[in-house]
């Protein structure tokens, strides 16, 4: 019913820079927030940044200055910015979607991942 689809990712030189998206399909009555997190080899999953319908947005501390959370509500689509990328910045990212969905005749609040894009940066 809910299916989120993440794209962009890809290989980076160091100082390159990539945009995630990741588009949130099916019944969905409202987003309360979309976000990303990330996920280093061996490492625990790690937030980056989340953002609401309006805009409002938290990033961890270490990715403020190269990296943009932005939503395009219509789309329903968020995006991640990612500047003067670095090898340490390598990792599955993942899409996170707070929503209300309508089914089965009612609405139910829950929340999603999507299938994680790989971003590589290396020389």
């Known amino acids: 019913q809910v299916q989120l689809v993440e794209s962009g990712g890809g290989l980076v030189q160091p100082g390159g820079s990539l945009r995630l998206a990741c588009t949130a399909n099916g019944s969905i009555v409202r987003i309360h927030s979309m976000g990303w997190y990330r996920e280093a080899p061996g490492k625990q999953r790690e937030f980056v940044a989340v953002i609401s319908p309006g805009g409002d947005t938290n990033y961890a501390a270490s990715m403020k200055g190269r990296f943009s959370i932005s939503i395009d509500n219509a789309k329903n689509t968020v995006f991640l910015q990612g500047n003067d990328l670095k090898p340490e910045d390598t990792a599955v990212y993942y899409c996170?979607?707070?929503?209300?969905?309508?089914?089965?005749?009612?609405?139910?609040?829950?929340?999603?991942w999507g299938q994680g894009t790989q971003v590589t940066v290396s020389s």
């Open positions: 996170n979607a707070d929503l209300t969905y309508f089914s089965g005749d009612d609405w139910h609040a829950a929340g999603y």
